[in-house]
């Protein structure tokens, strides 16, 4: 059952731009800033040194992306301590960190955190009335351990799905333990 409860406080949002993003980031901050200003920002080096000049908004800085940025940034996604992700990444250009930033982008789907990767996308994200009730991030190292999570599995349940080429979504409890 979703909880429709107030949100705390604020957000912890990270905020990460490529090179040939930083302006769309910038424009895109400043456009939304009365938006960001009631949230924790957390940014890459860059990304978030040019926020703080641009605006004066109060970012937590990690590495740059290439040098260690985005794994931390993904740690803390992991870790629950980041609430939504604003990634404007190039798909034009090659990075020399491209497993990193696959990484990055895993890691946020796979805990179930909101993520923006165009200017579109974000401001429907930063302005949506979800912004202001409570989220709780998917955690797939718990999901293992709860009878009632469904696991889709490539086995077919019923006559219903034979023949389906999708998998179907059986109960953990269901499922038969690994011999």
């Known amino acids: 059952m979703p909880d429709h409860a107030p949100a705390a406080a604020g957000r912890r949002i ?3 731009a490529h090179d040939n993003k930083k302006q769309d980031m910038i424009e895109w901050a400043e456009y939304n800033l009365h938006l960001l200003a009631g949230h924790e920002l957390f940014a890459t080096a860059t990304t978030g ?3 703080q000049l641009q605006f ?3 970012v937590t800085c990690f ?3 290439p040098y260690g940025g985005d794994q931390q940034i993904g740690a803390r996604i992991a870790e629950g301590e980041i609430d939504l992700l604003v990634f404007l990444w190039d798909p034009l250009e090659p990075h ?3 497993p990193d930033v696959k990484a990055l982008l895993r890691v946020a789907v796979v805990c179930n955190i909101p993520m923006a990767c165009n200017r579109a996308t974000a401001d429907f994200m930063i302005s949506s009335p979800l912004m202001s009730r409570s989220h709780q991030p ?3 190292a718990a999901a293992r351990d709860r009878p009632d999570q469904v696991i889709p599995t490539s ?3 019923g006559d219903e799905d034979i023949g389906s080429d999708r998998p179907a979504l059986v109960p ?3 499922r038969a333990s690994p011999g």
């Open 14 to 16: 990270a905020l990460i």
């Open 49 to 51: 040194h040019l926020l």
């Open 56 to 58: 004066g908004l109060p």
């Open 63 to 65: 590495r740059s992306g």
């Open 96 to 98: 020399p960190h491209d």
């Open 138 to 140: 998917w955690d797939p």
């Open 155 to 157: 086995a077919p349940i």
């Open 172 to 174: 953990a409890a269901t």
